[in-house]
């Protein structure tokens, strides 16, 4: 089992830049596939990013290709979302999430396919 806890949300001006950071703890971090969700008010929980055990794949939803980047540092037990010219629509509260049902060679991007979350922080983005 592993534990996840988000940080680095927070108020931003639309153009600006956030780095979230997710810290896991307990099994082997590599063992992990790994993605980012968003969920904004009044709508479903969406994938953003995923990453495989190594960095070596991974995908974007359309909306954040060319401005959000993830990547993984396994040394330190955690996952990165790099977020650059953020708009207001990227507004919402961001979940990380571990998976390990499937094979870690591979990134996946439904809610289903992941089997622990963290508690999610708040990106607010004005304009």
């Known amino acids: 089992q592993v534990h996840l806890v988000e940080s680095g949300g927070g108020l931003v001006q639309a153009g600006g830049s956030l780095r979230l950071s997710c810290a896991a703890s307990?099994?082997?971090?590599?063992?992990?596939?790994m993605g980012w969700f968003r969920q904004a008010p009044g709508k479903e929980r969406e994938s953003v990013a995923a990453?495989?055990?190594?960095?070596?794949?991974?995908y974007y939803t359309d909306s954040v290709k060319g401005r959000f980047t993830i990547s993984r540092d396994n040394a330190k037990n955690t996952v990165y979302l790099q977020m650059n010219s953020l708009k207001p629509e990227d507004t919402a509260v961001y979940y990380c999430?571990?998976?390990?049902?499937?094979?870690?060679?591979?990134?996946?991007?439904?809610?289903?396919?992941?089997?622990?979350w963290g508690q999610g922080t708040q990106v607010t983005v004005s304009l």
């Open positions: 999430a571990a998976g390990e049902r499937y094979s870690r060679y591979y990134y996946y991007t439904r809610i289903r396919d992941y089997d622990y």
């Open positions: 307990g099994r082997t971090f590599s063992t992990y596939y």
């Open positions: 990453i495989n055990w190594n960095g070596g794949s991974r």
